[in-house]
């Protein structure tokens, strides 16, 4: 998971919204790392599918905390 979580955060960095806070986050966002991984990184659906995963348990404990 640990890959998973730093590719997330290597593009939050390039798209700059590293400083984005948890709360201001919108499906919008998610749909663009989505379809990064999918395009720019030639992801097949299983590993899209990993990462919405990972992003909806990790943003999901984030908005609790």
């Known amino acids: ?6 590719m997330f955060i ?14 201001s986050f919108k499906r919008k966002q998610i749909i663009q790392f989505l379809d ?14 990993n990462y919405k995963r990972l ?3 990790l943003l999901s404990k984030m908005v609790v905390i």
């Open 55 to 57: 992003l909806s348990s």
């Open 36 to 49: 990064y991984i999918t395009t720019k990184r030639q992801a097949n659906a299983t590993t899209r599918n």
């Open 10 to 23: 290597k593009w939050l960095t390039s798209a700059k919204l590293q400083h984005l806070p948890i709360k």
């Open 1 to 6: 998971n640990t890959a998973l979580y730093n």
